[in-house]
């Protein structure tokens, strides 16, 4: 018995042969307690069993949460490998304003992302597997954004275009290069970027301590590699 329709494929992570379909839960997951009134809906006691084991549970006892403090929406460890469109569906009529994916094994975010969850100012991307973003996340109202501990080898250019973008944390990844000329770093809005522990080339780290920049930047002090040192 397959969950409803409405749910797509991703409301659970197993098929009928208990392998790993892709669908947006790590297999390690973890339920348990009660049963969500959210997920009890979802067609009977055969349905109930079979996600529990696959931390959905979790995910829809969080998104309840969410429908009841009506702004903030906590999915961090719950072993997500994306957002599931049962996410989507269920905090279809909440206007979140913060949402929290941290600690998961996400790789990428979808466009649709920045269409669901459009009013949105605090997103917590940090302690993923990410290398990219969206550029329809320049259509929010983002304030704060954490994309801290991930896999990052540049810094997106779409942090330079959202409007309202305060503090920008990415820091512990492994961005090597950052475009630092006015059109692609300036931002009206920025105080704060994080970019320590990058290894951030030489000719980048120079360029950036020396930029004219309006906001602060934390970079971590750079130590000379012995093959920079022309005097061995």
Same mark, same amino acid.
């Given at each position: 018995?397959? %969950?409803?329709?409405?749910?797509?494929?991703?409301?659970?992570?197993?098929?009928?042969?208990?392998?790993?379909?892709?669908?947006?839960?790590? %297999?390690?997951?973890?339920?348990?307690? %009660?049963?969500? *009134?959210?997920?009890?809906?979802?067609?009977?006691?055969?349905? &109930?069993?079979?996600?529990?084991?696959?931390?959905?549970? $979790?995910?829809? $006892?969080? !998104?309840?949460?969410?429908?009841? +403090?009506?702004?903030?929406?906590?999915?961090?460890? !719950? =072993?997500?490998?994306?957002?599931?469109?049962?996410?989507?569906?269920?905090?279809?009529?909440?206007?979140?304003?913060? !949402?929290?994916?941290?600690?998961?094994?996400?790789?990428?975010? *979808? *466009?649709?992302?920045?269409?669901?969850?459009?009013?949105?100012?605090?997103? +917590?991307?940090?302690?993923?597997?990410?290398?990219?973003? %969206?550029?329809?996340?320049?259509?929010?109202?983002?304030? $704060?954004?954490?994309?801290?501990?991930?896999?990052?080898?540049?810094?997106?250019?779409?942090?330079?275009?959202? *409007?309202?973008?305060?503090?920008?944390?990415?820091?512990?990844?492994?961005?090597?290069?950052?475009?630092?000329? @006015?059109?692609?770093?300036?931002?009206?809005?920025?105080?704060?970027?994080?970019? $320590?522990?990058?290894?951030?080339?030489?000719? &980048?780290?120079?360029?950036?301590?020396?930029?004219?920049?309006?906001?602060?930047? @934390?970079?971590? @002090?750079?130590? =000379?590699?012995?093959?920079?040192?022309?005097?061995?």
């Amino acid at each position: 018995m397959r %969950p409803p329709s409405q749910f797509g494929n991703d409301i659970t992570n197993t098929t009928t042969n208990g392998n790993n379909d892709g669908d947006g839960f790590d %297999p390690n997951g973890n339920g348990g307690g %009660p049963i969500p *009134p959210s997920i009890a809906h979802l067609g009977g006691t055969l349905i &109930c069993a079979r996600l529990a084991g696959n931390g959905v549970i $979790r995910v829809v $006892r969080r !998104c309840d949460d969410a429908k009841e +403090n009506g702004t903030n929406l906590d999915l961090s460890e !719950c =072993q997500l490998m994306q957002v599931p469109d049962a996410v989507y569906h269920l905090m279809r009529n909440t206007e979140l304003k913060t !949402c929290d994916l941290s600690c998961n094994v996400i790789k990428k975010i *979808p *466009p649709k992302f920045a269409v669901k969850f459009s009013l949105i100012t605090d997103l +917590n991307l940090s302690h993923n597997q990410m290398s990219k973003l %969206p550029d329809e996340l320049a259509d929010l109202a983002l304030e $704060r954004l954490d994309i801290s501990h991930n896999s990052f080898t540049t810094l997106p250019q779409v942090v330079f275009k959202m *409007p309202k973008l305060r503090q920008l944390y990415a820091n512990n990844n492994s961005i090597i290069e950052v475009e630092s000329d @006015e059109k692609t770093i300036k931002s009206e809005s920025l105080e704060l970027v994080d970019l $320590r522990n990058n290894p951030l080339t030489p000719q &980048c780290y120079d360029r950036l301590r020396g930029a004219k920049l309006h906001f602060h930047l @934390e970079l971590s @002090e750079r130590v =000379q590699e012995d093959w920079e040192d022309l005097t061995i």
